[in-house]
C-alpha cells in the first residue's frame, strides 16, 4: 500500500519504522497535559488503517487499546534507552510479552503489495515484533529522538552522513531554521 508520508489521518509518520510511529500518538509529552490521540478503539482502528497494517478498520476492543498503550510506552522507553545498558527491564518483558502472541498474517497482493490479515491484537504483536527486530537490531544504532526541545518523536537516521536532527524537516526542522534565521538577524540588526 503506498502511503502518503508524515501526517495521515491526525496522525504522525516520521519514524521511518512503524513502531516508531505508535510512540508519537501521545502527543506533548513534555506539556502538562499531553494529548491522546488513541483515546478510543475506534481511534485505535483508525491509526492501523493509517499506518498500513489494515486495510480496513480491524475491530478493535476496549482490551486492544489497552494493549497499544503498553506497547506505545514501551517502545517509548526503550527507544529513549537504547544507549543504556541493560534496557528498562518493565518495557522489555511489555514489549516481547505483546511480540509473543499470535501475529497477523502477512499476505502477498496480486499488485505485488504487502498487506496483513488479523484481528487488532495479532496487528499489535505483529508490530511488537517489529520493534523487537529493531531495538535488537543494527537498526538500533540508527534511532534518533528530535532535537526540537518540545518534540519526543523517534526516527530512524537513513541519511547518508548519519547526522539528521529533526523528525521533519518540513515541520521541526523548518521551525529550527526559521529561529536560528530570526536570532542571526536580530544579532546583526543590535551589532550595526
Given at each position: 500500500m503506498d502511503l502518503p508520508t508524515e501526517d495521515r489521518d491526525g496522525f504522525r509518520f516520521r519514524g521511518g519504522a512503524v513502531a516508531l510511529?505508535?510512540?508519537a500518538t501521545l502527543q506533548a509529552r513534555l506539556k502538562p497535559s499531553p494529548r491522546e490521540l488513541l483515546a478510543t478503539a475506534q481511534d485505535l482502528d483508525r491509526w492501523l488503517v493509517s499506518a498500513g497494517l489494515a486495510t480496513?478498520?480491524?475491530g478493535a476492543t476496549e482490551a486492544d487499546?489497552?494493549?497499544a498503550h503498553a506497547l506505545r510506552e514501551a517502545i517509548f522507553t526503550l527507544a529513549g534507552g537504547l544507549g543504556e545498558q541493560p534496557l528498562d527491564a518493565d518495557a522489555r518483558d511489555t514489549l516481547n510479552r505483546i511480540a509473543a502472541f499470535p501475529a497477523a498474517a502477512a499476505v502477498l497482493r496480486a499488485d505485488g503489495h504487502e498487506e496483513w490479515e488479523?484481528?487488532?491484537a495479532s496487528l499489535l504483536a505483529s508490530l511488537a515484533r517489529e520493534?523487537?527486530?529493531l531495538f535488537g537490531g543494527e537498526d538500533a544504532a540508527h534511532v534518533r529522538q528530535c532535537q526540537a526541545p518540545a518534540c519526543t518523536l523517534f526516527f530512524v537516521?537513513?541519511?547518508r552522513s548519519g547526522d539528521r536532527r529533526w523528525c521533519s524537516m518540513s515541520a521541526c526542522g523548518n521551525k529550527a531554521k526559521v529561529a536560528e534565521f530570526r536570532r542571526r538577524k536580530q544579532g546583526l540588526g543590535?551589532?550595526?
Open positions: 510511529d505508535l510512540a480496513s478498520a480491524p487499546l489497552t494493549m488479523g484481528s487488532a520493534a523487537v527486530h537516521d537513513t541519511s543590535s551589532e550595526a
